[in-house]
């Protein structure tokens, strides 16, 4: 059954970032490649923007799923990270994120990463609190990410209970 939010709903753009990285010395690792923590740092940062903006309040990393590494970035490239609302549970969103490389004389961007994150609106206590905004779907995208979002959290509940 699926909830009712009682102030209404929230469409995807009103939630979603972008945010432009230079790769800076100390991003990169020892194979001269930007180094996949600063990433991980960087998507943490973006989903936790997008899922503050949805939700109103304070939030959690609960969960990175689907992370996958599918190029490698160097420095002085120009690194954009997209995040956005895919689904929202009752004390949960569920948020992507897709990292690109961006040509300087083109404009052009590559895809360098993907990602899933859960992340939990809490209160000061660090205690989950309901999510009041739904989520208006706009589009076949959008609906398509929801699907897939569903996908994903039963998964998880399956890894759990096998204990993984």
């Given at each position: 059954?699926?909830?009712?939010?009682?102030?209404?709903?929230?469409?995807?753009?009103?939630?979603?970032?972008?945010?432009?990285?230079i790769?800076?010395?100390?991003?990169?690792n020892?194979?001269n490649?930007?180094?996949?923590?600063r990433?991980?740092?960087?998507?943490?940062?973006?989903?936790?923007?997008?899922?503050?903006?949805?939700?109103?309040?304070?939030?959690?990393?609960?969960?990175?799923?689907?992370?996958?590494?599918?190029?490698?970035?160097?420095?002085?490239?120009?690194?954009?990270?997209?995040?956005?609302?895919?689904?929202?549970?009752?004390?949960?969103?569920?948020?992507?994120?897709e990292a690109?490389?961006?040509?300087?004389?083109?404009?052009?961007?590559?895809?360098?990463?993907?990602?899933?994150?859960?992340?939990?609106?809490?209160?000061?206590?660090?205690?989950?609190q309901?999510?009041?905004?739904?989520?208006?779907?706009?589009?076949?995208?959008?609906?398509?990410?929801?699907?897939?979002?569903?996908?994903?959290?039963?998964?998880?509940k399956?890894?759990?209970?096998?204990?993984?």
């Amino acid at each position: 059954m699926e909830r009712s939010y009682p102030k209404g709903t929230k469409r995807v753009a009103d939630s979603e970032i972008e945010a432009t990285f230079i790769v800076h010395h100390k991003d990169i690792n020892g194979e001269n490649r930007l180094f996949g923590g600063r990433l991980m740092e960087w998507i943490d940062s973006a989903a936790g923007i997008a899922a503050r903006r949805h939700c109103g309040g304070s939030i959690t990393t609960a969960c990175v799923d689907s992370l996958v590494f599918k190029h490698a970035s160097r420095l002085n490239d120009i690194v954009v990270v997209r995040a956005r609302i895919t689904y929202v549970g009752t004390t949960s969103m569920e948020v992507r994120v897709e990292a690109y490389v961006e040509e300087v004389a083109t404009g052009e961007r590559y895809l360098i990463n993907d990602a899933y994150l859960t992340e939990v609106h809490v209160d000061s206590d660090g205690h989950p609190q309901p999510v009041q905004w739904g989520l208006e779907l706009t589009s076949d995208e959008e609906r398509s990410e929801w699907a897939g979002a569903k996908k994903r959290i039963a998964n998880r509940k399956q890894r759990a209970a096998e204990g993984f």
